[in-house]
């Protein structure tokens, strides 16, 4: 067994108090077979994934880090739901996203360890994107913890296409021990994290205080005062999705993300997504460079999107303060703070995440809505014989982000995803629209 790496950690402790579940969209062309083909063709290939034999053991009192262990892949995982349309098929993921977790939903208070995985089948539905006739859709739910976008979307490719990964890839034998569950084992784990929380605390100490030493990076952009887009709000959850070609996007800025960012920035201020002065600010999620432990390995920035500027001169602020960002990300002090975020130990790790929980909502914000953007490689992902048509993705929303986009890419074709509730919601349509118009002009 091994105990989760400290930002994994974090995204599973999160997802007992809310649902940060990834959602992955693929649509293919629907096939002649029934939907028991198309499940079987899934769960033959996953089984030879080994994360998705994953789950995760949590330690009592969370005095040590939760620890992965083997769970067997079950018939529940592989959901068929009937939805005539394309907007059936988004109402019913919008409700996937309104339920608890899969950790809340398999694990109770957290501590027995379920599947944290599920796959959403939607056959022979009717006007979706790209689809010249009746298309079958793969949802893929996700736990946050096993990866961040980059690495569930392969994960998704390996489940999604025929083709064996053999360096990715592992038998059984390669997968935790199964001695890692039990009380024996919770007990062991609480002992070890007792044991380590002086010496953790030490260690971050000493990290911390040479991160405080080093050269400091120039500061990002000041917090921003709440929008109407980051106010609390309840109500269901709306969902709509725009698709493109990448090559009509290219003409924006120098990369997808950028053009898309540039094209939002005078959108979003017609539904409450400035400031009091004008400003409109994102908050955008950059990968950071793979490492062995960490499944989630990214940062998020604060970007001001210019939206007073042209397009084409907003495209090159907005890829400057990207660029200035990832130069932030990895100087050396930065590289420090992370380490010793790593050392402290788990105790108080998870206590800072429920006390994150209960905190009073802020009333400046870093942006005022989350851009989460991830390339899913060649169109060359099949189902029942047939080729993906485009791909999509929905960011979680949080009591003070009632808008999210989702920008992902295969192949040839961009669909840009929103995700929207309460005051955002009220103006879905209209915004869906509106971005629609401005991506495709």
């Not at 027995?112 to 739910?141: K, N």
């Amino acid at each position: 067994m091994s105990a989760l790496a400290e930002p994994d950690a974090a995204m599973y402790w999160r997802s007992l108090g809310a649902n940060n579940d990834q959602f992955l969209l693929y649509a293919f062309p629907a096939s002649n077979s029934d939907d028991g083909d198309a499940v079987a063709e899934l769960r033959s290939r996953a089984v030879r994934i080994a994360d998705l034999h994953l789950g995760i053991a949590r330690t009592p009192n969370d005095l040590d880090y939760p620890r992965w262990v083997p769970v067997p892949i079950v018939d529940d995982q592989f959901c068929v739901h009937t939805a005539a349309t394309w907007d059936d098929c988004l109402r019913a993921v919008a409700g996937f996203m309104g339920q608890g977790s899969l950790v809340q939903g398999s694990e109770g208070e957290g501590r027995r360890a379920g599947p944290l995985w599920r796959v959403h089948v939607f056959a022979a539905i009717t006007g979706a994107p790209e689809a010249v006739g009746p298309a079958t859709v793969v949802v893929l739910q996700i736990s946050h913890a096993l990866g961040d976008g980059r690495r569930v979307s392969d994960l998704a490719r390996r489940l999604l296409s025929d083709e064996k990964s053999e360096h990715r890839d592992r038998d059984a034998s390669m997968l935790p021990s199964a001695t890692g569950v039990g009380i024996v084992a919770d007990i062991a784990a609480a002992m070890v994290g007792v044991a380590t929380v002086l010496p953790r605390l030490a260690a971050a100490t000493v990290v911390g205080l040479l991160a405080w030493r080093s050269e400091q990076p120039p500061a990002g952009l000041p917090v921003i005062e709440a929008t109407p887009l980051n106010l609390p709000a309840d109500g269901a959850v709306e969902l709509r999705t725009i698709t493109v070609s990448r090559d009509g996007l290219r003409r924006y800025g120098p990369s997808v993300t950028v053009s898309v960012m540039a094209v939002l920035a005078h959108v979003l201020a017609g539904v409450g997504g400035a400031t009091s002065e004008g400003q409109v600010v994102a908050e955008v999620t950059l990968a950071r460079p793979p490492t062995v432990r960490r499944r989630n390995n990214f940062h998020t920035v604060a970007v001001d999107l210019h939206a007073e500027a042209e397009v084409a001169d907003r495209a090159g602020l907005i890829g400057d303060q990207i660029e200035r960002a990832q130069r932030r990300d990895g100087t050396t002090a930065r590289r420090l703070e992370r380490k010793a975020a790593g050392l402290v130990p788990a105790v108080l790790d998870s206590l800072a995440v429920r006390l994150g929980r209960r905190a009073p909502l802020p009333t400046h914000v870093a942006g005022a809505t989350v851009v989460s953007s991830v390339n899913r490689g060649p169109a060359d992902l099949m189902l029942g014989g047939r080729r993906v048509l485009f791909t999509a993705g929905f960011p979680a929303l949080s009591p003070v982000h009632g808008l999210t986009h989702g920008v992902h890419g295969i192949g040839d074709r961009i669909t840009v995803s929103i995700a929207a509730t309460g005051h955002a919601a009220a103006v879905v349509d209209d915004y869906a629209r509106a971005v629609a118009a401005a991506l495709r002009r």
